[in-house]
């Protein structure tokens, strides 16, 4: 019942054509962008958005992203798009940048849980551009069973939803491997409500300073503002435990958990940067970037090979570290442990 389309080696026309034609017709296409991969189906069908939300499990009032491949198409999904907006799609489109902005009459209210406002990217992905040029502006949440990690890979989705999707397009790792940064311009004072792969100094660099929704750092939920953001995410089935604090003493931090949970009888993974014995260990690599892209499937790799307990290593909240530990810190459900 599901299709796993190889395009390893590039975007294949003919292919595309296929995958869009399923799209076009209702049906439930998953796709490499740059950031992970989405659960796609046509944003303005009704009925093919519903069963994003029955495959993934996702809570319906919990928005989805329009993707789109055309500028034109901004003013097709979204209204009174103010002069920041311009200015970062400009920028940073196609790119890992979401804007939420009043919603267009003619997207159906199933794509943006009931909101009046829609959220809006153009990934750089040359899978998803000529998926989407080739069909229509497309809904994609990650596509990933609602709660666990996003996947960076089509094994992974091929994980959560094989026998369940009609297509999956394989295109290998995702580069940037967490999500697109989400912010809300439809009204007075821009304001970020999820940090992603676009840096948030780069975007203040561009229009100014911009406000952090509370829910980025901490547990506090403003459900006006920032729909989804109530719900457990992340979570592999291990217990995540992250660690943060100055990089000389994480590592004894670290240490030390690992004998505690050990000594209680559990079987301890951990995720690092630098080698730490445990019972598993999964090198996240050097620099944040190679952190961001790790991260989903070391979470999902030490999942499969059955701890009890993961383990994380911290890191600075700047940079693309802001999204590496809004992630981390949900997936633990905020068990965070200060070096
Ligand atoms: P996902 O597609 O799983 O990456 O999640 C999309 C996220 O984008 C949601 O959980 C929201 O946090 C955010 N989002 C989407 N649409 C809106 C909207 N209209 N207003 C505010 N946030 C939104
Ligand atoms: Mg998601």
């Keep these: 019942m599901t299709i796993v389309v190889n395009m390893r080696t590039g975007v294949d026309p003919r292919k595309i054509r296929i995958a869009a034609r399923f799209i076009l017709n209702g049906k439930l296409v998953a796709f490499p962008t740059e950031t992970v991969y989405g659960l796609g189906a046509d944003a303005l069908n009704p009925d093919a958005v519903k069963r994003i939300f029955e495959a993934k499990g996702r809570p319906p009032d919990n928005p989805l992203i329009i993707h789109i491949a055309d500028f034109r198409d901004l003013k097709r999904v979204a209204r009174d798009i103010p002069k920041e907006a311009k200015l970062l799609a400009e920028k940073f489109w196609p790119g890992p940048l979401t804007m939420v902005l009043p919603k ?6 199933v794509t943006t849980g009931g909101l009046d406002t829609v959220a809006v990217r153009m990934p750089a992905h040359p ?22 990690p996003s996947p960076t890979s089509a094994d992974h989705v091929v994980d959560d939803f094989y026998g369940r999707i009609e297509v999956i397009i394989d295109g290998g790792e995702t580069n940037i491997g967490v999500e697109s940064t989400v912010i809300d311009l439809s009204s007075e004072r821009p304001m970020l409500l999820r940090p992603g792969g676009l840096p ?16 980025v750092k901490g547990k506090t939920v403003d459900m006006a503002r920032a729909p989804g953001m109530k719900y457990r995410h992340y979570s592999p089935n291990a217990q995540v435990i992250v660690v943060e604090g100055p990089s000389n003493r994480v590592r004894r931090k670290i240490e030390e958990l690992v004998r505690e949970y050990r000594s209680m009888g559990y079987r301890v993974g951990v995720m690092a940067r630098e080698e730490i014995s445990a019972d598993e260990f999964y090198f996240l690599g050097k620099t944040p970037a190679d952190v961001a892209r790790n991260l989903f499937k070391a979470l999902r790799e030490l999942d499969k090979r059955g701890v009890d307990v993961i383990i994380a290593e911290g890191i600075e909240e700047k940079g693309i570290g802001l999204a590496v530990m809004n992630r981390l810190k949900k997936a633990s459900g905020y068990r965070v442990v200060k070096a």
């Design 200 to 215: 948030l100094e780069e975007i203040e660099a561009t229009i100014g300073p911009v406000e952090i929704h509370p829910a």
């Design 127 to 148: 899978i998803a551009l000529a998926l989407i040029k080739a069909s229509t502006p497309v809904a994609a949440p990650s596509a990933n069973i609602s709660g666990k």
């Design 104 to 109: 267009a009459d003619e997207v159906p209210p």
